[in-house]
């Protein structure tokens, strides 16, 4: 069974650029959510979708952005960016329902230059 | 303001001796709480898991515990292999939501 699928693994962009960043949940799991990692932030949720509706979203501002598509694919985008937007952005997968983990994928490592 | 907030930035042990990376966290309305190791360029791997129903959750060498009237989890992995090292997460998820809250890692380094 394959893993949550992130590309690309790694990207460079300029400040005031924007990102698109995919992922590919695993087969059957329709949420899907997305982490920001930076070093000594933890993981901050930044929201999650399920059957193509954001169904929590977290305390970032409105430059990030989502969607999921019918076959629980998702996007993220950051317009805009900042240099702090450099981190390692995570998607996770999971069941929609019920006391379930999330699995997450390698992740996509974006440096704002 | 961190709801789930991991004290000790870092943890080593010695190889066969047990590991106690402790979490606490500030909002009762967490029903669902996780464990999650990292090793560095790779996405967290679930360990362990625990409703808030229960107050121990056992799966091989790991255990978690959670103590509701401290708001206090823990992990406990014995023995300790130096393979274990890497950071680890707790989680948490706000009850009626599909969202987790993370604490900021520790880093555990198992000694040969």
């Known amino acids: 069974k394959a893993g949550v699928t992130q590309t690309p693994r790694y990207l460079i962009k300029t400040r005031g650029q924007q990102v698109t960043l995919s992922c590919s949940p695993i087969?059957?799991?329709?949420?899907v959510s997305w982490y920001q990692q930076t070093p000594g932030q933890g993981l901050q949720f930044l929201f999650e979708?399920?059957?193509?509706?954001?169904?929590n979203k977290g305390n970032f501002p409105g430059r990030f952005s989502g969607r999921q598509f019918s076959n629980s694919r998702s996007e993220m985008n950051v317009s805009t960016l900042e240099l702090g937007d450099s981190a390692l952005y995570l998607c996770?997968?999971?069941?929609?329902?019920?006391?379930?983990?999330?699995?997450f994928g390698q992740g996509t490592r974006l440096t704002v230059v | 303001d961190q709801q789930v907030k991991q004290n000790s930035p870092s943890l080593s042990v010695q190889e066969g001796r047990i590991s106690i990376l402790n979490c606490d966290y500030t909002n009762s309305m967490f029903d669902y709480f996780l464990w999650y190791k990292k090793y560095p360029a790779e996405g967290p791997t679930f360990l362990i898991s625990i409703s808030s129903i229960k107050d121990k959750n056992e799966d091989g060498r790991f255990t978690v515990f959670l103590n509701k009237s401290a708001k206090h989890l823990s992990l406990h992995i014995v023995p300790s292999q130096p393979g274990d090292s890497a950071v680890y997460f707790c989680a948490a998820r706000p009850s009626g939501t599909y969202k987790y809250i993370f604490g900021t890692g520790t880093r555990l380094k198992v000694l040969a």
């Open positions: 979708y399920f059957s193509e509706t954001q169904r």
């Open positions: 996770a997968s999971s069941l929609p329902q019920g006391n379930t983990e999330a699995f």
């Open positions: 087969s059957g799991h329709r949420s």
